[in-house]
């Protein structure tokens, strides 16, 4: 997995405010759509591992849905993984361990960062077991490509087909696709025709954040048949 500087600051700066950010509307919107899937597809007591976890920020939501789950994590920057570690267990720690043992992986926002995506799916479904579950999230729509995308590393941006085609090639039948976040896609505009800035999330207030977060989950509820959104994600199966 690759990583930029900048990248590692972002994603330190969230381990090092873990409460703020889980409680970050953003946050739990994308984790809300993750777990409703691995709710529908994986037993009441799920294995899962994220893949490339980052603050794990993922992880603290998965246990509060699923209290008698587990969860696995991948991260490859070393200071992190310590982290995780830390606050999770060693045993938690999926890097020497098979994923044929997970029901399902997670990749929340990791694969527009590998330069040859394709092949780090295939990589993965060779590990996975037969009919497990591929979760993917990415950041949506190369028209929304700014200095954000720069700074945190990004290849690229998809659209939903454009990223169906790419877990196609690399082995899995796709069984679900469709963009997050649609109210988003007017801040992606703005940003992207700022300027240079800082590669943060913005700062709300309690109740601001609460609004979003509100919101976003209608838009969670109807967002499959709405055509555009800053994310896109798609659910797909080991073959």
């Known amino acids: 997995m690759t990583r930029s500087s900048e990248l590692e600051r972002h994603l330190a700066d969230q381990a090092g405010s873990e409460a703020h950010f889980e ?5 739990r919107l994308r984790s809300d759509y993750a777990l409703d899937v691995i709710g529908r597809l994986a037993p009441s007591s799920p294995v ?14 998965f246990a509060r849905r699923f209290p008698g789950g587990t969860y696995g994590f991948i991260e490859p920057i070393p200071a992190l993984a310590q982290r995780l570690r830390q606050r999770y267990s060693p045993g938690a720690d999926w890097s020497e361990r098979s994923l044929r043992d997970a029901d399902g992986l997670v ?7 590998q330069e040859d995506d394709a092949a780090f799916l295939a990589d993965l479904r060779e590990k ?3 009919g497990a579950f591929l979760l993917v999230t990415c950041p949506a729509l190369s028209w929304l490509w700014s200095d954000w995308d720069e700074k945190m590393g990004h290849y690229r941006r998809y659209s939903a087909g454009g990223l169906a085609a790419v877990a196609t090639k690399a082995g899995f039948k796709v069984t679900e696709s469709r963009y997050l976040f649609p109210a988003l896609v ?11 800035g800082p590669a943060e999330f913005p700062q709300f207030s309690t109740a601001a954040n609460s609004i979003l977060y509100r919101l976003g989950k209608f838009g969670l509820a109807g967002g499959k048949w709405i055509p555009f959104g800053s994310s896109v994600a798609i659910v797909c199966k080991s073959r």
């Open 128 to 130: 996975m077991r037969l």
């Open 23 to 27: 409680g970050f509307f953003w946050h």
């Open 107 to 113: 990749l929340l926002d990791v694969l527009e960062h």
């Open 48 to 61: 899962i591992v994220d893949v490339g976890a980052g603050a794990g920020i993922f992880g603290s939501h």
């Open 186 to 196: 007017l801040p992606g505009i703005f940003r992207k025709y700022r300027g240079r």
